[in-house]
């Protein structure tokens, strides 16, 4: 429940980010948000392949919880945009 609140937040939100508080068109702003599906979509289809493949669930979460909390931290700990972008 608390990924999908997440990933709607994300989804939703990132685009306003990008163009008013990063400066960025409209276009320009939805073609950044763009790429991050596209892979996420990719790596989604090979993980549910080996996942019903080797009938293990658990530990592929667990696998993509302890890839993306470093990255996370990371981003949390830079504040300034320049960063970011």
């Known amino acids: 429940m ?3 609140t997440n990933s ?3 989804a939703y939100f990132l ?3 990008l163009r008013d508080g ?3 068109s409209v276009a320009k702003a939805q073609c950044l948000v763009a790429p991050p599906y ?16 080797w009938h293990l669930r ?3 979460i667990v696998f993509n919880t302890a890839i993306s909390k470093p ?13 970011r972008a």
């Open 2 to 4: 608390f990924t999908t």
């Open 71 to 83: 990255f996370f931290c990371v981003l949390s700990y830079y504040y300034t945009k320049q960063l």
């Open 58 to 60: 658990g530990p592929i």
């Open 38 to 53: 596209c892979v996420a979509a990719v790596v989604m289809v090979i993980q549910a392949y080996y996942r019903d493949k």
């Open 15 to 17: 685009p306003i980010i």
């Open 22 to 24: 990063m400066g960025f």
């Open 8 to 10: 709607y937040a994300i």
